[in-house]
């Protein structure tokens, strides 16, 4: 049973480029949630795709994009980089959004470096 | 704004102590509270709480849900190095979607 995976592991850029991460769910999930976690503190909430719609977004400016695919997989496009934006940015998938909805499984976060 | 907190903040025991970790909450519109263990990357999924008084329980880990007060507990009994990580509580407050706000965590440092 495949886990939640993400591409790539480590990633450095300078300040103004753009980055886009990469996360295949778990198997037989259909939701893909998107996480900030900064040093030390909790994961941040992004934003949710379901049914390749954005569904749910937290307190993120519009430089942070998102994608998901037919196939459930998901992309986290950055524009514009501050230095601010390096983290660890953690993909997790569930399934379905009915009811209570799912536990949230991680992928093992892709970290990114902004010089 | 949702809101959760959790204590203590940090936590350093000895193998075979219990503990007890807290998580508080503030959400608008609550659907479920999870517990997560975090080592190194990836948080891995512990407990997953929706109603008010029914303990979970895996191994020497359970928690409890109270829906009337607001918070949840985590319980390590006879505590082991390996569990020494941070331990993180995330309530979903979410509408049309899941919208999970996590605490800071506890962190755990369980010495031999």
């Known amino acids: 049973d495949a886990g939640v995976t993400q591409s790539p592991t480590h990633l450095i850029k300078t300040r103004g480029q753009q980055v886009t991460l990469r996360c295949s769910p778990k198997s037989g999930h259909d939701t893909v949630s998107w996480y900030q976690q900064a040093l030390g503190q909790g994961p941040q909430f992004i934003f949710q795709y379901y049914e390749e719609e954005e569904r749910q977004r937290g307190n993120f400016p519009d430089r942070f994009s998102g994608h998901q695919f037919p196939n459930y997989s998901s992309e986290l496009n950055v524009n514009a980089l501050l230095l601010g934006d390096s983290a660890l940015y953690l993909c997790a998938s569930s399934l379905g959004l009915a009811g209570a909805g799912g536990a949230q499984y991680f992928g093992p976060g892709t970290r990114l470096l902004v010089l | 704004e949702d809101k959760v907190v959790q204590s203590p903040l940090s936590l350093v025991v000895h193998e075979g102590d219990t503990v007890t970790l807290n998580c508080s909450y503030e959400v608008t519109n609550f659907r479920s509270l999870l517990w997560y263990k975090q080592e190194k990357k990836a948080p891995t999924f512990l407990f997953m709480l929706?109603?008010?008084?029914i303990e979970k329980k895996s191994g020497r880990l359970s928690s409890i849900l109270d829906k009337k007060e607001l918070f949840s507990i985590l319980n390590i009994t006879a505590t082991q190095t390996g569990d020494s990580a941070v331990y993180l509580c995330?309530?979903?407050?979410?509408?049309?979607?899941?919208?999970?706000?996590f605490g800071p965590g506890t962190r755990l440092s369980v010495l031999p």
């Open positions: 929706t109603s008010s008084g």
């Open positions: 995330a309530v979903d407050g979410g509408n049309y979607g899941q919208n999970f706000v």
